[in-house]
């Protein structure tokens, strides 16, 4: 049960950090997640298709540093 434990207060404090980058983002100048360069949005009169194809990259690669720095123990 430590192991969960430890994990579960690991994953809120990770919520809790990304909460405060995207809140915290159009202040510093950054672009917010969803509106970076290469997210792809097209428009017609019945609908919007938005897909954020730079968005997902920018995610992926860090949550693979991520995963890669806590593996190596």
Request: net charge positive; aromatic share 10%.
């Amino acid at each position: 049960m430590m192991a969960l434990g430890k994990l579960l207060v690991a994953a809120g404090l990770a919520l809790l950090v990304l909460g405060a980058m995207i809140l915290l983002a159009p202040r510093l100048g950054l672009p917010a997640p969803g509106k970076l360069p290469g997210d792809l949005v097209y428009k017609s009169p019945r609908f919007t298709l938005y897909f954020p194809l730079a968005t997902c990259v920018a995610i992926s690669a860090l949550l693979t540093a991520l995963f890669y720095f806590a593996g190596r123990r």
